[in-house]
């Protein structure tokens, strides 16, 4: 089946995915759940919207001049998509920790935090290769199918 692309802009989820992950960290080292349970609220805000957690970053960052758009054709869902995981395992540390058990909460904190730097700075998104995957087995719901020449989950590159 043909996928209709969209150009989307990738500096601005590049963007989303430092600052996520800067936060993330700075909630483990000074022992902060509250960070993480904030970040799971933009993401899961962002996930609805279809745009960035921390897309106003990104454009106060543009509109000063240090970031310039990067778009590239993609699908949006499959990003979507691994945001509202991210949503869920967020949600889930912030359920441990209020349940009293800081060490799990941890763990699926890091969880997040690997899989945003793997995105970040492999250009793999676990997320949208699972989508993609679903969408290959027929799951209902999972339309799109990766860009042509694109391995699942792999940062599509820009066109000449």
């Known amino acids: 089946m043909a996928t209709q692309l969209k150009a989307l802009d990738h500096s601005a989820m590049q963007t989303s995915r430092a600052v996520r992950m800067g936060v993330l960290l700075a909630a ?80 699926l904190t890091w969880v997040i935090i690997g899989l945003t730097a793997l995105n970040l700075f492999g250009g793999f998104c676990v997320g949208c290769a699972v989508y993609y995957w679903m969408n290959r087995v027929g799951l209902r719901g999972f339309v799109k199918a990766p860009p042509p020449g694109v391995i699942p989950g792999q940062r599509p590159s820009r066109p000449d």
């Open 28 to 107: 483990f080292v000074v022992n902060a759940p509250w960070l993480v349970a904030i970040t799971g609220v933009l993401m899961l805000a962002g996930t609805a919207r279809g745009r960035g957690d921390f897309g106003f970053i990104y454009r106060a960052l543009r509109r000063a001049g240090w970031i310039s758009p990067d778009l590239i054709p993609d699908n949006p869902e499959p990003h979507r998509f691994a945001m509202g995981i991210g949503v869920v395992f967020l949600a889930g540390s912030t359920l441990a920790f209020l349940a009293g058990l800081p060490i799990l909460g941890w763990v």
